[in-house]
């Protein structure tokens, strides 16, 4: 991508991911959903078809090339979707108490059966264990039963309707997270070159595993923490993956409402841990789906995952499906100023800060954060093939902007979705003197570092070797 000068850069370090759909289809309103601060572009692929997907992403690379900014597509894979069969005379009412069965016919159901045609819930169940149809609106208890059929009776009752969703909370199922529609799906994504996958359906390590096989390095790996049992192995799960989303929609459906949001603040600290990138994401700004302005409550749940450290928050049918794209963007963006802005966030932010590994490279990071706090610093720079430099010292959540250079742009776009990254695509340095030049040159045009202003500078020599960071500098930017 071509390089401009004063290249845009955000006033946050928080990231903002965007869900593209019908409402945000167009080369346009891609456009303008980038300039108002989006950072990452979300594919969901449970909804369009493929082409429609081509064509986004078309759009936003054209948009890299007008901008001279990288940014970052993830294709979100749709995972296995459970649903109940259809009814014969339509929509039914059920009442606590009332008994029906279960089966795998595919035959119009009614008050006494509907068909549920998926064994592998079958094969999982045990008497006692509840069942959660349409979100749990409806909540249905195991009786007895077979291979093939389930005696349930109905806990909590409202409307059933063809095809509602289930979910079986209190169980592993046997399914790969990956269907024949997600492995075409991914061979899809990857061919057209997204920077994320974003893995639904995550129940095991060994999920995550199958997939970064498939991916073989193509591109970055994020597990989707939506799942009971994911949170059961949070620790391997985070460990296999490149990054987590906290996927609050169905886990708010197969865990108590209560406790989503202590799991939503371990799932960020373990992220954070370790160095990965965290998504908070589902529901934040829901009411500007139809109206121009969200709930106190909204604000406060996307203020609240900024406090807790999240690399970046999201809007899903916000930006996808609703009436303001544009301004939900906008709302994000300044509720994320206004929290960063405040005294207190940095007291909490310090408070929840993991220690630093005892390696060369998380010394020289975390004395990189310590050392442009002291001399007010206006940002700092790495140097980075693979990224971990850059990764590490967004571990650190410093004060500044950090400015990520690297020769690849692949590199470049996968560190924009994480923590106060600027990611700048630029040829390979051969000297030390040189690096300190370009780093200094960059940050100024960039408008990261105004002329007089110091710098702090970390890379590793020999130059290009991943994870070798071992050198500290304070440079003067000169105009």
């Known amino acids: 991508m071509k390089r401009k000068a004063a290249a845009l850069h955000r006033e946050r370090l928080t990231k903002i991911v965007a869900t593209l759909g019908p409402a945000s289809s167009s080369a346009e309103m891609i456009r303008k959903l980038f300039l108002a601060g989006a950072d990452v572009f979300r594919l969901n692929f449970s909804h369009g078809k493929q082409e429609d997907h081509a064509e986004r992403l078309r759009f936003i690379r054209e948009l890299e090339q007008e901008t001279g900014r990288p940014v970052c597509v993830m294709a979100d ?6 649903r109940i069969g259809t009814f014969k005379e339509g929509p039914l009412t059920v009442e606590p108490g009332h008994r029906m069965r279960l089966d795998l016919s595919k035959e119009p159901g009614d008050a006494t059966r509907v068909g549920l045609p998926h064994p592998e819930i079958f094969a999982a169940m045990h008497p006692g264990m509840d069942l959660l149809v349409d979100d749990g609106r409806v909540r249905l208890k195991v009786l007895r039963h077979t291979d093939d059929h389930a005696d349930v009776e109905v806990v909590v009752g409202s409307k059933l309707s063809d095809r509602k969703g289930v979910n079986v909370p209190n169980a592993v199922l046997p399914l790969s997270p990956l269907t024949p529609k997600d492995r075409d799906d991914l061979r899809f994504a990857l061919d057209i070159g997204v920077d994320w996958v974003a893995l639904s359906f995550v129940q095991r390590p060994e999920d995550v595993a199958e997939a970064r096989r498939l991916i073989s390095g193509r591109a970055a790996l994020l597990s989707k923490m939506e799942k009971p049992s994911a949170i059961q192995h949070m620790e391997e799960i985070v460990e296999l993956s490149d990054g987590i989303m906290v996927a609050r929609g169905d886990l708010g459906v197969e865990m108590p409402p209560e406790e989503v949001p202590s799991i939503q603040k371990r799932l960020v600290r373990e992220a954070w841990r370790t160095g990965k990138p965290v998504i908070v994401a589902t529901q934040m700004l829901e009411s500007m789906v139809s109206a121009p302005t969200p709930t106190r409550a909204e604000a406060s749940d996307v203020a609240t995952a900024v406090y807790d450290g999240a690399d970046a928050v999201m809007l899903s049918a916000e930006t996808a ?5 544009v301004e939900a963007v906008q709302m994000m963006d300044r509720i994320a100023r206004r929290v960063e802005a405040d005294p207190h966030y940095r007291t909490i932010v310090e408070a929840a800060h993991p220690d630093p590994e005892r390696t060369t490279a998380d010394a020289i990071t975390s004395a990189a954060r310590q050392v442009a706090q002291t001399i007010q610093a206006s940002c700092i720079v790495t140097y980075t093939t693979s990224g971990s430099t850059t990764l590490r010292a967004a571990r650190e959540r410093p004060y500044v902007p950090i400015m990520g250079l690297t020769s690849r742009a692949d590199t470049a776009r996968r ?3 994480s923590y106060g990254v600027h990611a700048v695509v630029t040829a390979d340095v051969h000297s030390f003197a040189e690096m300190v030049q370009k780093a200094t040159r960059t940050a100024f045009e960039d408008g990261l570092a105004p002329a007089g202003t110091r710098i702090v500078v970390t890379a590793g020599v020999p130059f290009g070797t991943p ?9 003067w930017v000169e105009g």
């Not at 894979?77 to 459970?82: E, T």
């Not at 499906?321 to 794209?325: I, L, T, V």
């Not at 994870?467 to 440079?475: E, H, K, M, P, V």
């Open 77 to 82: 894979l749709q995972g296995p979707k459970l």
């Open 321 to 325: 499906a609703g009436q303001y794209p």
């Open 415 to 417: 560190l924009t979705l």
């Open 467 to 475: 994870g070798n960071t071992n050198i500290l500098r304070i440079a």
